[in-house]
């Protein structure tokens, strides 16, 4: 095996004409109206010296598995098969609505999209430069909270992944980080990034603009933002709370390979300490996509979820103000998200009544290293687990990848109800198919990676 890396990154602009409807809230009062702040996609390629694969995030909410196999075909002109393009969604609130095929998709706008994307990885192919890589983790516990549970789980670790010249300067940064980017609400019709946007800022305002910033989002269907306002200040405080975090581990991470001492009283002595933050990540590149069907719910009929709900809402009238009545909202809720989420699935189900077939990926990177994804909105105790299991020294689940298959909650979940449970398509069992297919996508890559390869002649 080659004993180095080559990398190379670009960034692309992707926001779309003022006047587009936003996604991510319903009750909108207009399409966008201006725009705060540019979408990007960030291209990330790597080479092994016998292997390349590419990372790619990109502003928007999702991209669907018919986008994914247009770039990942483009991607195959520049040596980078199917199985080593990851491309994963920040899933801010504040982009572009008609990117999915199964919703009526804006073909100009996703045939714009695709070919910016297809820029930003050949314009990465065309900077593949020698690098080092080192991955490690931070700390974060201040800014997100478990929507479902003020007590539930949360996702506390920023992972960080340093991809650095020959010269020791920051080239490139992947940080992720599970927490949905809703600081903004309905009322915002500006294209923005949301708190994802300065993360990419307050790491290159501390380590320079010349570095492209990637951020993928996690595990966090059931974690949302802490905030004081729903306002651009507040993005920015959330934000760069995550991306000073993430800048901190960068700094940590320059020392592996290089000797860093302490002058003492006398300068004879020139003690050593060890890098305290992650760990080199070694040359070697593999990657492995395991298909997966989730399967269906089973729906009530229109009429029946308009009954229900006409039921509800006649209780929460006759219902004075209190806990009770809070309840009775909730549950109303549920059961619109899950008339909603009905609708748009029926048809999905008919055409494919075995279940909804997608994809969950592993993309490994030397020994140290797995990145995992997962197909849409994975609630925070899945990917828990898929960590767990995990032969990897370090693995990170990337959420909002590849695919858009909505919510992907637990059993447990599904039996609690809640708006999570009901906007999802898909009954039991997701939770399983999904652990066991990032066990064997993980597998398969590891299986890859550690493949003999003859030496090569020079």
Known sequence: MS???????????????????????????????????????????????????????VDVIWVDAPTVARVRAAA????????????????????????????????PLVELLTRQI????????????????????????????????????IDTAVRVLRVEGEDGELRAALV????????????????????????????????????????????????????????????????????????????????????QVVHNLLWSER????????????PGLAGAIVPVSLPWKSWPSEAEYESGLAGLRARIEATPPGQARRDLIAERNALSAESQSARSARPLAAESPDGFRTEVQALRLGDELALVTAPGELMYAIG??????SPAPRTWVLGYANDAAGYLVTDQALAEGGYEAGRSMFTTGVEARLIEAAQQAIRQATEEEREVVPAQST
């Open 3 to 57: 004993g180095f890396w080559r990398a190379g990154a670009a960034e692309v602009v992707v926001t779309p004409p003022v006047g587009v409807e936003l996604e991510g809230y319903g009750n909108r009062a207009s399409g966008s109206v201006a725009v705060h702040d540019d979408l990007y996609a960030h291209a990330l390629v790597l080479d092994d010296g016998r292997r390349r694969a590419a990372i790619v995030t």
């Open 76 to 107: 195959a002109e520049l040596d980078i098969p199917p199985e080593r393009v990851l491309i994963a969604c920040t899933h801010t609130h504040c982009g572009p609505r008609g990117l999915l095929a199964r919703r009526g998709a804006d073909a």
């Open 118 to 153: 297809v820029g930003a990885l050949r314009a990465a192919s065309g900077r593949l430069e020698p690098a080092r890589l080192m991955a490690g983790e931070g700390r974060i516990d201040s800014v997100s909270m478990n929507r479902r549970r003020p007590d539930g789980p």
């Open 176 to 259: 992720n980080y599970g927490c949905h980017p809703t600081v903004l609400n309905y009322d915002t019709l500006e294209i923005g990034r949301d708190w994802p946007g300065h993360v990419d800022r307050a790491v290159k305002a501390l380590w320079g603009a010349g570095a492209a910033v990637l951020f993928a989002n996690g595990a966090c269907a059931d974690i949302n933002p802490v905030k004081i306002s729903e306002d651009h200040r507040e993005t920015r405080r959330v934000g760069t709370i995550v991306g000073a975090e993430a800048a901190r581990v960068l700094g940590e991470l320059a020392a592996h390979g290089r000797e």
């Open 271 to 282: 003690p050593v300490k060890p890098p305290s933050n992650g760990a080199p990540v070694s």
């Open 384 to 389: 828990a687990e898929i960590q767990a299991r």
